[in-house]
């Protein structure tokens, strides 16, 4: 009977031991930093203050929020199509969707956002579309314009978001949407009062992975953004790297990361009251 | 239960034993006649290859030395002299930003005079104007100047060709997270009529071309490489040695010093102070400096040299700074640039972003 008990927690464990290392530790020890200075002892709230006092990254951090909020909603309404027609499918025609849809994810994100800037610069095909280049007011066609990033960042947002919305919908039971279509359902009304209610905590979990990923993530707006368009991200990583400043990363950081908690909280909540 | 005990006792013994083959002393002791071992460090890459080609292996085979190579980035090395104050591990640092200045003033390297280099006679004035300081000699030198499309545009003389109309859109200026940036910046600031006590002359005419759209910024050498070979860029501010990757990816470049003159790299070599062998360390430091391995770097490396004596090939004279133009090449304090290099960032960024 004992022995049935600890060995639950006995499986937990490494994974409990990991997040603890690689996780709580951390970033506790960044919230404690987050209140320090580089050049002085003791606590401080001066890297919060400075962090609302600098224009910089105010606006960098106003157009993380936009640029997460537009990617997140684009990232959605690619997904919950997408995932509905691949949940129907027959088995064979499925696999290759869902390995069409997967494999992005095994290119590095760095590799393929070069071949966005290829495709989206004044030397790829799409310049001799006419006006294209004056898309950007360095003549640049889509680099250096946030159309361009959040282009770029919902190729590498949408299979998250396809994959958690697909995991919901394949439980569906079919038999509900028969119902429905033999009732007299259009295929559309059946997809939006049977399917997408059904599907909401997907929705959710996919929109809340997409949100928080597209928040931290610098490697696609500085490639494709560059140093003119400024995401929080790259300016965590500018003040940690580059001025050695890790106090004033850490506030930023935890900045950051209220805001995807704040996103989580309210979302699971408006969700959870839509369920009811 | 017995088990368990025996995975205990095993674990830890292997911990014990990783944990004595990591200890110094212990291992390969060196027996006597075993050749001397010097430790330096490394940028690694194509540095560390034309390096080892032109000293680290003419010296080791002259010297009945072997000499090992630790991949450290001036910053990184900087830290690791200071943690290791009390038992240094390294014989010879390189620094690229600066760092000698700070090492110096922490007594972390030992001074090395002019007299005790027999190629300081040699040496051009800016390689050895930081040996009273107790910093080391410039052993390499990459001046920031001009990177030009020789197809697109006639040969740039003034660092404010970057502002000229005829070239609008097809500028690249970098970003001053990288020390080129830094030091393109305060070039034109200085052709602008700043100094680096107010970097606003040259952070403003700069931030206002970016944000007109004159000018794109990028952020990393490799950026660089794509701006010139697929986003249209025709000139840009960046460093002598790059225009030659530049070239050998196939872009038709060139490099110019614009007539104001312009700031420079210069990569320093220093002894450890505290370490058994630092006469040896001098030498090699000092066989870095002699023309025959300048020439190596000059030609393997497109680095302007610090020996006077050094013959450039015909065909490089028209790629690196050379002679008389060595006098144009200003040194960047390492001490100025810690104080300010956050204050220049800051204002940079709020010049520049939109």
Avoid at chain 2, 133 to 155: A, C, F, H, N, W
Avoid at chain 2, 210 to 234: M, P
């Amino acid at each position: 009977m004992n022995k049935s008990r600890t060995e639950p927690w006995l499986l937990v464990l490494p994974v409990m031991a990991l997040l603890v290392i690689a996780f709580v530790i951390p970033v506790a020890s960044s919230l404690i930093a987050s209140f320090t200075s580089t050049g002085s002892p003791g606590f401080t709230l001066a890297n919060f203050s400075d962090f609302f006092e600098s224009s910089v990254h105010l606006t960098a951090s106003a157009r993380t929020l936009r640029m997460a909020f537009i990617q997140t909603i684009a990232s959605i309404l690619i997904a919950v199509p997408l995932a509905y027609i691949m949940s129907r499918l027959s088995a064979r025609a499925r696999v290759v969707m869902m390995i069409a849809t997967i494999l992005p994810l095994m290119t590095s994100v760095v590799i393929r956002t070069f071949g966005w800037v290829i495709l989206m610069g004044p030397s790829g095909p799409l310049a001799r579309i006419p006006g294209f280049l004056e898309l950007s007011n360095s003549h640049q066609g889509l680099l250096g314009t946030e159309l361009g990033v959040n282009i770029a960042m919902v190729q590498v947002l949408v299979p998250f978001a396809v994959l958690s919305v697909l995991g919901v919908i394949n439980g569906i039971d079919v038999r509900l949407q028969e119902a429905s279509r033999t009732m007299g359902a259009s295929f559309l009304r059946n997809f939006w009062h049977v399917v997408l209610p059904l599907a909401l905590p997907g929705i959710v979990s996919g929109a809340t992975l997409c949100f928080a990923l597209s928040i931290s993530s610098f490697i696609t707006p500085n490639l494709i953004g560059g140093a003119q368009l400024p995401v929080i991200g790259a300016f965590i990583y500018q003040d940690a790297t580059v001025n050695g400043d890790l106090p004033f990363a850490a506030a930023q950081a935890m900045l950051m990361l209220m805001a995807v908690l704040i996103t989580i909280a309210a979302t699971n909540r408006l969700a959870s009251s839509r369920m009811k | 239960m017995k088990r368990r005990t025996a995975l205990i006792a095993f674990t830890s013994t292997a911990v014990l034993a990783s944990l004595t083959a990591c200890m110094p002393g212990t291992g390969s002791g060196s027996a006597a006649g075993a050749p001397t071992e010097l430790v330096i460090t490394t940028f690694g890459g194509d540095w560390q290859k034309n390096f080892t080609d032109a000293v680290v292996k003419p010296f080791e085979k002259a010297n009945n030395v072997t000499i090992k190579q630790v991949t450290l980035y001036s910053a990184d090395a900087l830290a690791q002299l200071q943690a290791q104050k009390s038992s240094p591990q390294i014989d010879v640092v390189f620094f690229s930003g600066g760092q000698e200045a700070t090492a110096a003033r922490d007594k972390l390297i030992a001074p090395i005079s002019a007299s005790s280099l027999s190629n300081g006679a040699d040496l051009i004035d800016s390689a050895k104007s930081g040996l009273e300081q107790g910093e080391g000699p410039v052993i390499q030198i990459s001046p920031v100047g001009l990177t030009y499309r020789t197809d697109k545009i006639d040969k740039p003389t003034s660092w404010n060709d970057v502002f000229d109309p005829k070239y609008k859109k097809h500028v690249a200026f970098t970003d001053l997270s990288n020390s080129y940036g830094t030091l393109g910046m305060l070039s034109i600031n200085q052709a602008k009529g700043g100094t680096a006590d107010d970097v606003t002359p040259g952070i403003s005419a700069m931030g206002q071309a970016a944000k007109a759209g004159d000018a794109v910024v990028i952020k990393t050498s490799s950026d660089l490489q794509q701006a010139f070979s697929s986003r249209d860029i025709w000139l840009a501010p960046y460093a002598q040695d790059y225009a030659e990757t530049l070239r050998k990816a196939g872009q038709p470049v060139e490099f110019v010093l614009p007539a104001e003159g312009s700031m420079a790299s210069f990569i320093t070599a220093n002894a450890v102070a505290g370490r058994a062998n630092i006469p040896l360390a001098t030498k090699f430091i000092d066989f870095a400096l002699s023309s025959d391995v300048q020439a190596k770097f000059v030609s393997g490396m497109t680095y302007s040299s610090v020996n006077q004596k050094t013959e450039i090939p015909e065909d490089l004279k028209s790629k690196v700074v050379w002679g008389s133009s060595l006098d144009k090449l200003q040194r960047l304090s390492g001490a100025t640039f810690g104080e300010k290099s956050a204050t220049w960032l800051k204002q940079w960024n709020e010049a520049i972003a939109q």
